[in-house]
């Protein structure tokens, strides 16, 4: 299977920026997903890679390195609304090629 | 309203009992998926569907059940519910054909609170 590992908790301050790493082993990477999730609710989608760099939504970026099978998501000018877990996903092929695997979840909780 | 509903939000229940969680989407997705969210495990899943004749096992099925009545459709149940299925669960869509997002892309609903006495 996969594995995917993310580190648990973490805490920040207001305005700061924060990454979020995520690694993962598996020999049929067909993509990479961030989730943002409020507790209690649904997770929601943030961002994906299936290609090596960086892409960036607004004070949101993830970075993917398919060779060292590493994923991290950078989280600017935190707001205390950012205050959340954030799940790392592996798309794998091997399993047809929607399925998902998720990381455990980094929980960022972001102080005044 | 919400794309994809689940039915109940929360759930208490005793050891034994049969148990469903229902779901159903307004996306017109193919692919429809029962996960379990357990603090410390992240999300699990336990089934899954890619159209309405289809059932897949996912990791942890193993006194689960499912079935998929239509295409908008997907319940779970719980034949005999026991304590350690006491978790969070959520029911996920995502297209399979004609979707300009990332693919594989997951939706949920709101998520079922269950809890086994």
């Known amino acids: 299977g996969q594995n995917i590992d993310q580190p648990t908790e973490m805490t920040a301050t207001e305005g700061a920026i924060v990454q979020i790493n995520c690694t993962y082993q598996?020999?049929?990477?067909?993509?990479l997903f961030w989730y943002q999730q409020h507790a209690g609710e649904a997770p929601t989608f943030l961002s994906y890679?299936?290609?090596?760099g960086l892409e960036e939504k607004g004070r949101f970026s993830s970075f993917l390195s398919r060779s060292k099978g590493y994923s991290y998501l950078l989280l600017k000018e935190l707001q205390m609304k950012d205050s959340a877990s954030y799940l790392c996903?592996?798309?794998?092929?091997?399993?047809?090629?929607?399925?998902?695997?998720f990381g455990k979840g980094n929980q960022v909780v972001v102080i005044p | 309203d919400a794309d994809v509903t689940q039915t109940p939000r929360n759930r208490i229940t005793k050891t034994g009992k049969r148990i469903m969680l229902e779901c159903s989407q307004t996306?017109?997705?193919?692919?429809m998926y029962w996960y379990r969210q357990d603090p410390g495990l992240g999300l699990r899943l336990i089934y899954y569907?890619?159209?309405?004749?289809?059932?897949n096992k996912g990791e942890i099925s193993d006194g689960y059940s499912v079935s998929r009545q239509a295409q908008a459709k997907f319940s779970l149940s719980l034949e005999s519910a026991i304590p350690n299925q006491t978790a969070l669960y959520f029911c996920?869509?995502?297209?399979?054909?004609?979707?300009?997002?990332?693919?594989?892309?997951?939706?949920f609903g709101e998520g079922s609170r269950l809890t086994v006495l």
């Open positions: 996920a869509t995502s297209a399979g054909r004609n979707f300009t997002g990332p693919p594989g892309e997951l939706f």
């Open positions: 598996t020999s049929g990477f067909n993509g």
């Open positions: 890679n299936v290609l090596d």
């Open positions: 996903a592996v798309r794998d092929r091997r399993y047809g090629n929607n399925r998902l695997a």
């Open positions: 996306k017109g997705h193919d692919r």
């Open positions: 569907s890619f159209d309405v004749k289809d059932i």
